[in-house]
């Protein structure tokens, strides 16, 4: 509780306060506007946190992650086109309510659904990441590499529609954390010569190719295509009456988006769809669905806040990411020199505490700003292609150099951006390889832990319960759903 | 061959190629190695890549043929690579202010008077925001 206290206190700090109002701000706007995710804003700004202090980038990052699904939803009401992936539920009903003159409604709605969710996934991550801490205490590196893996399994589930893609995504990923010295022998992998990866591959140029260049080669290929805004009209709060009919949309998909949001990888698009499918499946109005139902855009409004919190519960506890941009905070993390797990709990404890405190101030922040400022934030979202992509570029250059001010960096972030982009082509979607790429190094270093305690027997870990339970989920997770289907196919 | 099946065999002779280059990773005695030595993690995290590629070819799946991609893809590319090839010449900032301009218009916008005063406008917020506020060093170019 004095941890709590503290972090909330911290809050009466100016500087703090301006980082979490700045990140609210920045991610209302960049999740309004049609291509830039709130994982594509967090990879961008991540190098300007170098030189904030752990406590202030992750007050920043943290608001901008809660921030930017709210503002996805502007979009997706008002144009049809979701800011951000986990707003593309919201506009099934959102933009039909929009089309027949209830934005401002339906924005309204967004704005207190999003608020409850998130409020009630920090909630719970303040009660629930201690004590997963509290669990993982006591694991040594056989039971890390078994999270590791079965963290790595659920990636199968992030991004596209192919597991197996998403799969061999992930292990590319891992692949790529090989690049550099090994730590145990110093021997050089994957360097070719190049001075600079004998450190291994930096992992501020790799996200900002993958997420904001290959974003704008996939603009570049969308020029022309055009969408049309529908009015806003007045903002307002939702009616008392609108309130009652969605509370147990509300209160469903907050606690399914926080569940959600806890599995490793999966993320606040899935938390979305699956709260909607969920809101639809127990609402008296199904037949209202598609066409312009309130509780359409309550439920995964609730869901896709709610899981950020929820998110943050394996990130911060055990140093495994619950999602894509909890995976680029996770790098920001290891770049600020903090080493994410347990151990954070008893060393770092208000670092973890001002993240909370500052994650619950930006959801009542943009509940204040979503309803006052949502017709400025929605022409911000209007920015033309030709504005906003090459500004996007020149950001990203600034970014990918200012850490190390070297441009072999921007190379690296150039390079990737293609390599994103044929990825996103072929059906690979880069947030699993991501996933990977932070996860890569502890897969490697508690295997090879493991291994020497175990006297080189990949047999250890049978005797090891835990260990053994997660091999056994990661199976579930991987076989289950084929097998499952196939069970169905052949009555 | 589809598009999935192209994919799948691009990524097994990815995966192949750079397992030969583990052949080529210094080797160090088993003293130091303890059984586990730099290329064996890579090679697992290979195999395992390869079986994964294998899986997905022969897995049936729609796969329609993918369309083609539009040359302002690779237009957009190549400023890229231009803005990259302009820096050591000019420095950073002035190739920020042309590719700025210069894909601006590429893309569409013919309103040159607010193209060129947005396109000033960003890089002086970079200059003074980076390079006079965090003191970050630019490329200046060869005429600096």
Known sequence: ?491 | MTPTRAAAAAVVAIAVALFAATFWFEQMPEGITRGFGAELFPRMVLGAIAALAVLLAIMPASSPPLPRIPPMVWYSGASLLAFMALVPVIGMLPAMFVFLVGVGWMWGERRRLLLVVSSVGLTLAIWAVFVKGFGIQLPKGLFA
């Open chain 1, 1 to 491: 509780m004095e941890h709590f206290l503290g972090g909330m206190a911290l809050l009466l700090d100016p500087y703090i306060l301006w980082v979490v109002f700045a990140g609210t701000v920045i991610g209302i706007v960049v999740g309004a506007l049609p291509g830039i995710s709130g994982s594509t804003t967090t990879a961008l700004l991540l190098p300007f946190t170098i030189t904030m202090g752990p406590i202030p980038a992750l007050a920043f990052l943290g608001s901008i992650y809660c921030a930017a699904n709210f503002g996805g939803s502007i979009t997706a009401i008002l144009v049809n086109s979701p800011g951000d992936p986990s707003a593309s539920a919201t506009a099934f009903d959102g933009y039909p309510m929009a089309q027949r003159g209830e934005a401002g409604r339906a924005l309204g709605m967004s704005a207190v659904a999003s608020a409850i969710g998130g409020i009630f996934s920090v909630i719970v991550l303040i009660v629930a990441a201690p004590l997963l801490a509290r669990v993982a205490y006591s694991f040594g590196p056989p039971e890390y590499f078994a999270l590791a893996v079965f963290g790595l399994s659920m990636v199968a589930m992030t991004g596209g529609d192919s597991s197996i893609k998403n799969l061999i995504a992930g292990a590319f990923g891992v692949l790529l954390a090989t690049v550099g010295q090994d730590l145990t022998t110093g021997v050089e992998r994957y360097t070719f010569g190049i001075h600079s990866f004998s450190d291994g591959i930096e992992f501020i140029p790799v996200l900002i190719g993958l997420f904001a260049l290959a974003e704008l080669f996939e603009q570049a290929a969308q020029l022309g295509e055009r969408t049309v805004a529908a009015k806003l009209g007045a903002v307002r709060l939702p009616s008392w009456q609108d309130i009652k009919d969605c509370s147990k949309a509300i209160g469903l998909s907050s606690a399914l988006g926080t569940f959600i949001g806890i599995l490793p990888a999966l993320g606040a698009t899935t938390a979305a769809m699956i709260a909607y499918v969920e809101t639809k499946r127990w609402s008296k109005n199904k037949a209202q669905f598609g066409k312009g139902a309130i509780e359409g855009v309550a439920g995964p409004e609730a869901a896709n806040n709610a899981a950020v919190g929820g998110a943050m519960v394996p990130t911060l506890a055990l140093g495994i990411p619950g999602s894509t941009t909890t995976a680029i905070i996770l790098a920001g993390l290891i770049v600020q020199g903090v080493r994410p797990g347990p151990h954070l709990f008893t060393e770092q404890p208000l670092l973890l505490y001002a993240v909370f405190s500052s994650m619950l101030l930006a959801n009542l922040l943009y509940l204040v700003l979503g309803l006052g400022f949502a017709k400025v934030f929605a022409r911000i979202s209007m920015v033309p292609a030709p504005y906003l992509w090459p500004a996007v570029f020149v950001l990203s250059v600034i970014g990918a150099y200012a850490p190390n001010q070297a441009m072999a960096e921007v190379w690296v972030a150039i390079a990737f951006g293609g390599i994103g982009f044929f990825m996103k082509r072929y059906g690979f979607s880069p947030a699993p390889l991501v996933i990977g790429l932070v996860l890569g190094k502890m897969v490697e270093e508690t295997l090879k832990q493991s291994l020497l305690i175990f006297d080189l027997s990949w047999g250890g870990f049978l005797g090891r319960p835990i260990a053994l339970t997660l091999f056994g989920l990661t199976v579930l997770f991987l076989l289950g759903p084929s097998l499952l289907q196939r069970l169905r196919g052949k009555p």
